[in-house]
């Protein structure tokens, strides 16, 4: 049974930093993103990480406009964990953040690629 479960989230004033960690189980997937829902809003693409290759490894990242140069994604395979640092948090990333996961490594930011998801974690951002 695929299970994916999200800790890390909370209160925090603008401008501060929060780890998100996302702990898969089940098997293993070639990509684990993040995404975010505002209350009234869709949810939508944060940040992916996907790890592709046999005998030589890739790992590729991808980010929303949004939090690039803000939120680093990255992966423990022999954990098979996903963490997403947030970093320089403002109001506007106030939001359930939810870990999924998907087979290959392609369409990172397709929220309907991603077969599995997590119950998701609140993120709160005063100001």
């Known amino acids: 049974q695929v299970q994916l479960v999200e800790s890390g989230g909370g209160l925090v004033q603008a401008g501060g930093s929060l780890r998100l960690s996302c702990a898969a189980s089940?098997?293993?997937?070639?990509?684990l993103g993040w995404f975010r829902q505002a209350p009234g809003k869709e949810r939508e693409f944060v940040a992916a990480?996907?790890?592709?290759?046999?005998?030589?490894?890739?790992?590729?990242?991808n980010y929303a406009d949004s939090v690039r140069g803000r939120f680093t994604v990255s992966r423990d395979n022999a954990k098979n964990t996903v963490d997403l640092q947030m970093n320089s948090l403002k109001p506007e990333d106030t939001a359930v953040y939810y870990c999924?996961?998907?087979?290959?490594?392609?369409?990172?930011?397709?929220?309907?690629?991603?077969?599995?998801w997590g119950q998701g974690t609140q993120v709160t951002v005063s100001s």
């Open positions: 999924a996961s998907k087979r290959g490594s392609s369409n990172l930011r397709v929220r309907y690629e991603y077969e599995y």
């Open positions: 089940g098997r293993t997937f070639s990509t």
């Open positions: 990480i996907s790890w592709s290759g046999i005998t030589t490894y890739y790992v590729t990242t």
